[in-house]
């Protein structure tokens, strides 16, 4: 830790653990409140990998979205040698993975808040040039008000140029969420995160994902087929609305899926 860091918050327990580092809970000696301290571990980031440049990139993309209700907000960040630490928003209730794990399927209500909150995140990030490429339930965080949700976890987002309609580049993403396009190894745009978003709605209105398998490879197979499907057992509760909105999230042709914008004015999502 660094000098500064120690002098400004007492470092408390281990709250996350990701791929490149881990998340401790850290109280301000200045003004005794409580933060998120993320520390990445440089040393697990090759030098001019995708994961290096996305990690390194993560606080100047989180400084240019806050403040904003639905994105964790930053405040500072410290470096030394073997780390980087970001110093967060603490977030002091469950991510969305661990509700549907413990709660199961959420009701239509429950779910269009949920979301509805996910895409305006997702609006302000597109229209200020950024995409967040893992979008899952695990980066949805609640925060200390039960029903304020959080986009979390920037380690993957890169800016894109939404002008010149400059495609984005990199298989990044978690296999259930990452949108057909990015498994081809095409280059992509924005619309990733809408697909990723309309998998989070799925999941939370049918218990399970839209495109699954056994192995990583079936996983990606689903995905590129893009076959949506509504099982009558899980679906013939859930109005035709909803399944619309779904079935333009989660169309394959990019063309033709809707945008954050226009998922926003879905009437599924309007009559909330």
Not at 115 to 133: D, F, K, P
Request: proline content about 4%.
């Amino acid at each position: 830790m660094t000098e500064a860091l120690k002098r400004e918050y007492q470092i408390c327990e281990e709250i996350g653990r990701g791929r490149f580092g881990t998340v401790f809970r850290c109280i301000s000696l200045i003004s005794g409140n409580s933060f998120a301290l993320k520390s990445i571990d440089k040393s697990l980031i090759s030098g001019d990998s995708l994961d290096s440049q996305c990690i390194l990139t993560e606080p100047k993309i989180l400084q240019f979205l806050s403040p904003h209700p639905h994105v964790v907000q930053i405040f500072s960040t410290h470096e030394d040698d073997s780390h980087l630490h970001i110093v967060l928003e603490l977030c002091s209730s469950q991510d969305l993975y661990r509700r549907i794990i413990d709660n199961g399927v959420f009701s239509e209500t429950e779910s269009r808040v949920v979301i509805t909150q996910v895409l305006q995140a997702i609006s302000h990030m597109h229209n200020l040039g950024i995409v967040h490429r893992d979008i899952k339930p695990d980066n949805i965080m609640f925060s200390s008000d039960e029903n304020l949700v959080k986009l979390t976890d920037f380690g993957s987002a890169d800016f894109f140029n939404k002008e010149s309609g400059e495609l984005v580049r990199g298989v990044v993403g978690t296999p259930y969420y990452v949108a057909p396009e990015v498994v081809a190894g095409i280059d992509y745009n924005e619309k990733v995160d809408v697909w990723s978003a309309g998998v989070v709605l799925y999941i939370m209105l049918a218990g399970f994902p839209p495109f699954h398998g056994d192995t990583v490879t079936d996983i990606f197979e689903a995905v590129l087929r893009g076959n949506l499907r509504f099982p009558t057992r899980v679906f013939k509760s859930v109005s035709s609305m909803a399944k619309d909105l779904l079935r333009r999230m989660l169309c394959k042709d990019v063309s033709r899926r809707f945008s954050a914008d226009q998922a926003l004015r879905h009437p599924w999502i309007t009559s909330g």
